[in-house]
């Protein structure tokens, strides 16, 4: 008789599997901003792609096993290619591909003896920013919807808890960016410290642009960019330590002395109540790639 596992066995299995593939890479972030939307992966490859283009104003990021990930993003261009013909261009939404995803991922989940190891987002832009649509898709076919941002991939719930001290809405396209390299460098999501441009992938889907509002942010570009970010975050942190560095301590000269007759505290002293404790900003830091057959990207 064939060796028996039970069925939820076999999935707790399978999604284990699955899970601990896709912590191996970077996490990446997608980010709403006041002009469209930002994308942002580590990525030390020029030619290997975790960001692309499917329609119009869709856009695909992806983390896991490149190979599995590419068929996936080829298939759903195919898919948006075909409804476009059929029907109209404006049938092709970013729910419908996240669906014909997890309708693929949900079948290759339960059938296939090994599942694939990939996290996708889709994210399309939409005329005003309340048409903004993001939605995350797992190993499982399990889709989410996410409103504002989302981190997926690697360390994901670490990056995902420093985005959202740092996410609001109406945001300028540098301080996304700001806030998106903050939470890439966020404690446990491996990597340097310092994030260049070389070691980023970029991309945004801009909502001011006509028909295909898919662009990507190369070279002097994102030097800029990244020069933007660094100094939007400087005067955070240095208004930050200056605050703890004028607080007053609680054994100044003259705080809380008695009264020599015992009347209580002197006049014009602070009671201890008065002044707490500073507090300070908190730490940061993180880098990887990957390639063909490779770990994941």
Request: aromatic share 8%.
């Amino acid at each position: 008789m064939p060796f028996y596992v039970s069925p939820e066995q076999q999935m707790r299995d399978k999604a284990d599997y699955a899970r601990k593939g896709v912590a191996r890479g970077r996490s990446c972030v997608v980010v709403q901003y006041a002009g469209g939307i930002l994308m942002v992966a580590p990525n030390s490859s020029s030619a290997l792609h975790k960001i692309s283009e499917i329609y119009d104003r869709i856009a695909f990021a992806a983390v896991g096993r490149y190979n599995e990930y590419e068929n996936l993003r080829k298939a759903g261009v195919t898919y948006a290619d075909i409804t476009g013909y059929q029907f109209d261009r404006h049938d092709v939404t970013a729910r419908g591909i996240a669906n014909y995803y997890a309708q693929n991922l949900g079948t290759i989940f339960t059938e296939s003896p090994k599942p694939w190891e990939v996290e996708i987002v889709v994210a399309e832009v939409g005329e005003q920013p309340d048409g903004d649509q993001i939605y995350r898709i797992t190993f499982d076919g399990s889709v989410t919807d996410e409103p504002g941002f989302v981190a997926f991939g690697g360390q994901a719930d670490q990056v995902s808890e420093a985005l959202k001290e740092r996410y609001s809405d109406g945001m300028s396209l540098a301080e996304a960016f700001s806030d998106a390299l903050a939470a890439l460098s966020a404690p446990g999501n491996g990597g340097s410290n310092e994030i260049t441009a070389s070691q980023l992938e970029v991309a945004i889907l801009d909502r001011a642009r006509d028909h295909r509002t898919f662009r990507r942010i190369r070279a002097a570009r994102l030097e800029e960019l990244i020069g933007e970010s660094r100094a939007i975050a400087a005067p955070a942190d240095a208004g930050a330590s200056d605050s703890a560095d004028t607080a007053p301590a609680d054994d100044a000269p003259g705080a809380g002395t008695p009264d020599p007759a015992g009347s209580g505290v002197r006049a014009g002293s602070s009671t201890p109540a008065d002044s707490g404790p500073p507090t300070g900003p908190d730490p940061s830091s993180s880098d990887r790639g990957s390639g063909l057959g490779g770990p994941p990207l």
